[in-house]
């Protein structure tokens, strides 16, 4: 079972930036797509960024331009560098390889308020 410990959310103002960790355990970390996602209570968990093991990297519309997701595979850990902050990226942040059927980590909270 991989294990998944997202760190790096904290409080920040309008405009701000927070960058994201998630490190995972085991050694099929460097072979799989990787995934950002985010959750706020009552709404289903939503993909933000995704990464191949190659580099390539995909967004949604409401994040494009704002984020960026980066990988270092000697160290099984994925970024979510995120930059001009909204009030509505206030959720949890988890990752997960993509598609894959590991357990969800405790996540990350980032909150954007003035």
């Known amino acids: 079972q991989v294990r998944l410990v997202e760190s790096g959310g904290g409080l920040v103002q309008p405009g701000g930036s927070l960058r994201l960790s998630c490190t995972a355990s085991g050694s099929v970390f460097s072979s799989v797509t990787m995934g950002w996602y985010r959750q706020t209570p009552g709404k289903v968990r939503e993909l933000v960024a995704e990464?191949?093991?190659?580099?390539?990297?995909i967004y949604p519309d409401s994040v494009k331009g704002r984020f960026a997701i980066s990988r270092d595979n000697a160290k099984n850990t994925v970024y979510l560098q995120m930059n001009t902050l909204k009030p509505e990226d206030t959720a949890v942040y988890y990752c997960n390889g993509a598609g894959l059927p590991w357990g969800w980590g405790q996540g990350t909270q980032v909150t954007v308020s003035s």
């Open positions: 990464i191949t093991r190659s580099g390539s990297t």
